[in-house]
């Protein structure tokens, strides 16, 4: 199939070129109805907003223009069946995991996974066992699962029903996925990757392999992170007889609206496109750029670079501020990154084709006088070994309907059962939990992110400094 061909986004410009005259939703009618205020920036778009009209399609049960979009994606990243998603990757992994497990089924979860997998575990009431991640002393954050901890847990589980991993982290760092996939499948069960930052990694061999390249039964990718899609822009493939299709087929149509966005679904047929002709020239333009920018910051003596496996994500670290303090000093300059956290600043760069401008050069400059507030020190991260045992709730998602809460100090909630979600976000992957149990380090964690003034959701009293548990569980 020729992948320069965008068939959803043609013919949404030849329905225009048609000057059709609309008796149907949307209200805005092609953009003719709108207030004047937002006319300037919303007018073309809303010129290809349109509804399941003759000649369109239906997302939810795509005959047309929609399944030619769905087929060339899945040419792409050769798989059985493939998906636009058009309320992000979260919906994917909600979708993937109730298709793949059933109320009480055991399922391995990589500790550092986002609130949306969670969520997904708590909607079919699943029973979770937490893998704990390998810890990178360099970023002071999780990283990915070893082989061994996933052997582990399996011999500790063998009734275990699916593996949910994420692949990579936010950060751009890898692991040997290709192992634990093999593992798994020795088991026959389903491997499950929210891969949300790796969309990009079929572009060439400057990137790690994609979690679809090493054979995941499902996986979900971010198409907006990384490639030229709108916000809410996503994948998800399917490629596998252990998770059945028409179950996910059902809950992608069940938890997506049956409204979904014609400009969402068209950039995700654009980005397609612009990922299926990626060329090794434009692999080539690339590199050369980043390791530029890379090489104007590496000269910089107050600021670190941390190495990643995605070159598309860069991590840096001031020698004399915490994450937090830094990302302040440049969006004072008018850099805006992805993330911030107790050390370090994320920026996530955009996947170029060769001869596009770009402002890298500028960011450099501004990069450069926001260093020069820096105060000489060092903020290294603090060495904390996270907990390398397997682990499961103290209560299960079906008996914590049934008890009652309190909330309590954090100088007196270790040792307690926590009864809402603690979520520093972004980068979204959850601290404390329902039903887990709290440990010393959870405590420090949160202490240190409110000092910072961190963004946290949930944690209902956690501006006066208390948790909310369960009353009849714990110390």
């Keep these: 199939m020729d992948q320069s061909k965008t068939p959803l986004y043609s013919q949404l410009v030849n329905h225009h070129g048609k000057k059709p005259i609309s008796f149907h939703v949307p209200g805005h009618k092609y953009g003719d109805v709108y207030p ?75 500790r550092n996974s986002h609130k949306s997998v969670m969520n997904a575990l708590k909607l079919a009431k699943a029973n979770p066992v937490w893998v704990s991640p390998e810890y990178n002393q360099e970023y002071g954050a999780a990283a990915g699962l070893s082989t061994e901890a996933v052997d582990e847990a399996l011999r500790q589980f063998p009734d ?47 990137f790690p392999p994609s979690a679809v390249e090493l054979g995941a039964d499902v996986v979900v990718q971010s198409a907006h992170k990384t490639l030229p899609a709108m916000t809410m822009g996503a ?9 059945p299709l028409s179950k996910l087929q059902f809950y992608l149509q069940a938890l997506q609206s049956s409204s979904p966005s014609y400009p969402l679904m068209a950039s995700l047929d654009l980005a397609r496109s612009y990922l299926g002709t990626y060329k090794d020239e434009d692999v080539s333009y690339l590199r050369d750029e980043i390791e530029s920018f890379r090489q104007r910051i590496d000269q910089l003596d107050t600021i670190k670079i941390l190495k990643a496996d995605d070159p598309l994500k860069m991590t840096i670290q001031a020698k004399g501020l ?41 960011a450099a400059e501004r990069i450069a006088e926001a260093s020069a507030s820096i105060p000489n020190g060092m903020n290294q991260p603090e060495y904390r070994q996270m907990n390398k045992k397997v682990t499961t709730l103290a209560v299960g998602y079906k008996e914590m309907d049934s008890l009652q809460t309190e909330f309590v100090s954090l100088d007196f909630s270790v040792g307690r059962i926590c009864a809402e979600s603690i979520i520093p976000y972004p980068p979204g992957i959850p601290l404390c939990l329902p039903g887990e149990l709290v440990s010393d380090d959870d405590v420090h964690v949160i202490q240190y992110l409110r000092n910072k003034q961190a963004k946290i959701q949930g944690g209902e009293k956690l501006h006066a400094g208390e948790i909310k548990v369960y009353k009849s569980w714990g110390i």
């Design 36 to 110: 004047n205020e937002g006319q300037a920036f919303f007018k073309d778009v809303l010129k290809l907003d349109a509804t399941e009209i003759t000649g369109l399609d239906d997302l939810h049960s795509p005959e047309g223009v929609i399944l030619e979009a769905e087929n060339l994606l899945a040419e792409l990243y050769n798989t059985n069946k493939s998906f636009l998603l058009i309320n992000g990757s979260t919906v994917g992994n909600l979708a993937m995991i109730l298709s793949a497990i059933d109320e009480g089924d055991r399922v391995l979860v990589q």
């Design 160 to 206: 275990a029903k699916a593996i949910i991993l994420t692949y990579p982290n936010y950060y751009g760092l890898t692991y040997d996925l290709k192992g634990i996939i093999d593992l798994a499948h020795q088991h026959d069960i389903p491997v499950l990757v929210d891969e949300a930052h790796g969309v990009h990694f079929i572009a060439g061999d400057y």
């Design 235 to 243: 994948y998800l493939h399917h490629q596998t007889n252990r998770v």
């Design 322 to 362: 915490s994450g937090f303090e830094l990302q302040r000093l440049l969006e004072d300059k008018g850099i805006f990154t992805e993330l911030a956290d107790p050390y370090n600043v994320l920026f996530v760069l955009s996947l170029l084709k060769k001869g596009m401008v770009h402002d890298l050069r500028e």
